[in-house]
């Protein structure tokens, strides 16, 4: 379609010039073992201009000077061409011109016109962005550059080309990033596309359904977006979005969303760089408030020099490791460097050496003798922080490996369970039970509000300026300011960030699921940025849960060396007078002086509690 060589074809061949005369005799005897007398009588004449006519077809004539082993001579790579699209064809149907060896100047100044075959795509191409000149030779492809890496010969049907390879030929230019700069092209499409559920689906998963650059940028015929005639202009993105077999009833919001290429459009949208911005500086500081707690949990934990925790110190300073590679593999996969893997192994080595520790040390003699036990859950309470519990669990599980399909292990996981297809089912029906808990829950608590007469005496999770008083007590005492850590009543602060976390996350993760389970509805009634906005609070309010769980939940519920290694609380309702002495000592007080030492009896409003509590 264009005259001009790509600067990487060049590489393929060497310049035309008069063979050597060891090359003729070479060349001479080959033709002879091919039939080709009219090229040896040519060479025996001297070279002389149209010395002799070549016969059409025997293209091994051909091959007897332009062999990779005949030097003087233009190489042609004879295997890539035998096993390419033009397989069939011989030399001259390409370059008719040449007529006789050897070949005359102006035999060579005529090249090979893939249009001449080819018209229709040649036409679509001479009008596309991919036919301006060039400001540095090379940087526009060529049909040669796309169908044959550069070789003239070795062409390779776009048709035989499976989808991922051809999203490798777009990419393979449009990813260089000084190369697109000098045309005034964003290179960040390419990684924007890869994140995309189209990239991932795709290069991650083989799902080969979704679509790629030529669905939407068509061929040969590819149009800058803001050319009217564009596909993806505005006035033509809905029609390119709702094609068979893609977004049937796409309209213009749904397909100017931005969705499939999320980097792009938040580089273009302030809402959503504000939105990105505030739930990774939330996940931030959250999570490294968090981490500090726990850590300086554990500190006193191991090296404090009150009670020793239940466990043991030996199991705290193992649990303490764990936690700190915790902290490293967290970090390695912040900054995306290597070693994620075996940090992650090593954290639950310690964590496995610290439940066999614990099985095997010598039990105090106190712990064989029952305890009175105080009802903390009703029945109704622990069905739903267990339904609660498996559906973020099926969540997680069916979620990450999309979120984060380059961890290998996690994208063997949604393979092992079926792929996508059937992790989608998954996730929607966790998704569904989730909501039920949810609204479960909350018409509970309104039952128990009209109970207390429409007081807040039923809202027991509600925070009151004690709380603050605990949490600023507890740093101290955490620093060594103080020497003794602030009693807590029937929830302490711990429990209630738990849980009015799930009251922040649960609307969000519900309404922005339920957007992107139904995109093409919400994405063509909410504004153009709608679905994107949606895409970002789901996606990033999920990693925050998640780790939210992970580091803070799991630590006060399992890994805390005072519960370790699991609080049965969520499972029987009751914790035993020990644990209530040590985790909510006002609360007993107050019971026991209510009901009499010894009773074992819960209080009168017990099932005033709600689930999800970390430490009961």
């Known amino acids: 379609m264009r005259g001009r060589p790509h600067p990487e074809e060049q590489a393929t061949v060497r310049r035309l010039g008069r063979p050597s005369t060891p090359g003729l005799i070479l060349a001479s005897l080959c033709a002879l073992a091919a039939g080709g007398g009219a090229l040896l009588f040519s060479a025996a004449a001297g070279g002389q201009a149209g010395g002799g006519a070549i016969p059409r077809e025997d293209v091994e004539a051909c091959m007897a000077c332009h062999s990779a082993d005949v030097d003087g001579a233009r190489a042609v790579n004879h295997a890539g061409l035998k096993g390419s699209a033009h397989k069939e064809l011989v030399c001259q ?28 795509a040649a036409e679509a191409f001479r009008k596309s962005t991919h036919s301006r000149e060039d400001y540095v030779p090379g940087d526009h492809p060529t049909c040669i550059f796309c169908h044959g890496s550069g070789d003239p010969h070795a062409i390779t049907a776009g048709s035989k080309w499976t989808r991922q390879q051809k999203v490798q030929v777009c990419t393979q ?28 689906a795709l290069l991650r998963f083989n799902d080969l359904r979704v679509a790629i650059c030529t669905d939407c940028h068509l061929h040969h015929d590819v149009l800058s977006p803001s050319h009217p005639a564009s596909t993806t202009h505005r006035n033509n993105a809905a029609k390119t979005c709702s094609q068979q077999g893609c977004h049937p009833g796409a309209r ?114 106190d712990e064989a003798v029952p305890q009175k036990r105080y009802q903390r859950f009703t029945l109704a309470q622990r069905i739903q922080h267990g339904l609660l519990a498996l559906s973020f669990t099926l969540l997680v599980l069916t979620g990450m490996p999309l979120r984060f399909p380059e961890v290998e ?28 808990t949810w609204i479960w829950h909350t018409v509970y608590l309104l039952y128990r509000w009209k109970q207390a007469g429409f007081t807040l005496k039923s809202m027991t999770m509600l925070p009151t300026r004690k709380d603050l008083a605990d949490v600023l007590d507890t740093a101290r005492y955490y620093l060594g300011l103080t020497a003794e850590e602030p009693k807590f009543d029937r929830f302490q602060f711990r429990e209630k960030f738990d849980y009015f976390a799930v009251y922040w996350g649960m609307p969000i993760m519900v309404l922005s699921g339920l957007v992107l389970w139904f995109p093409i509805y919400f994405g063509n009634l909410l504004p153009e940025v709608g679905l994107s906005a949606a895409l970002i609070a789901h996606s990033d309010e999920a990693v925050l849960a998640f780790l939210a769980i992970v580091l803070w939940h799991f630590y006060n519920t399992h890994f805390n060396p005072d519960s370790f290694p699991m609080s049965g609380v969520f499972l029987t309702g009751t914790m035993t007078r020990e644990e209530m002495e040590r ?30 509590s970390p430490r009961p």
């Not at 969705?259 to 739930?279: G, I, M």
């Not at 297809?421 to 998704?431: E, F």
């Not at 009499?596 to 099932?607: A, L, R, S, V, Y």
Request: with cysteine; charged share 20%; aromatic share 8%.
């Open 252 to 365: 213009v919001n749904f397909a100017m969303s931005g969705a499939n290429h999320l980097r792009l459009k938040v580089k273009d949208t302030p809402a959503l760089y504000w939105e990105e911005f505030f739930f990774r500086a939330l996940t931030t500081v959250t999570i490294l408030l968090l981490l500090a707690g726990v850590a300086l949990d554990l500190r006193r934990e191991v090296f404090g020099q009150g009670r020793p925790p239940r466990a043991g110190r030996l199991v705290g300073a193992l649990i303490s490791l764990s936690f700190l590679f915790v902290v490293i593999a967290l970090t390695l996969s912040v900054l995306g460097a290597g070693g994620v893997k075996w940090t992650a192994m090593a954290a639950a080595g310690l964590i496995g050496l610290a439940v066999v520790f614990h099985l095997f040390r010598p039990r105090k003699r």
């Open 93 to 120: 149907d390409c370059h008719s011109s040449i007529t006789a060896a050897p070949h005359t100047p102006a035999m060579v100044k005529e090249k090979a016109s893939c249009g001449a075959c080819h018209n229709d």
């Open 583 to 612: 985790e909510h000592p006002l609360e007993l007080e107050r019971l026991e002086a209510a009901e009499g030492e010894g009773t074992g009896e819960g209080p009168p409003d017990q099932e005033s509690s709600p689930p999800g």
């Open 409 to 436: 292990w996690l994208r063997a996981l949604n393979l092992a369970m079926g792929g996508l297809p059937v992790s989608r089912l998954v996730h929607r029906g966790a998704a569904l039970v989730m909501i039920f």
């Open 173 to 200: 230019c449009h990813e260089q990033r000084e190369r697109m700069g000098r045309y005034k092209v964003d290179p960040d499409a390419v990684a924007s596309y890869k994140e995309s559920f189209h990239g991932k």
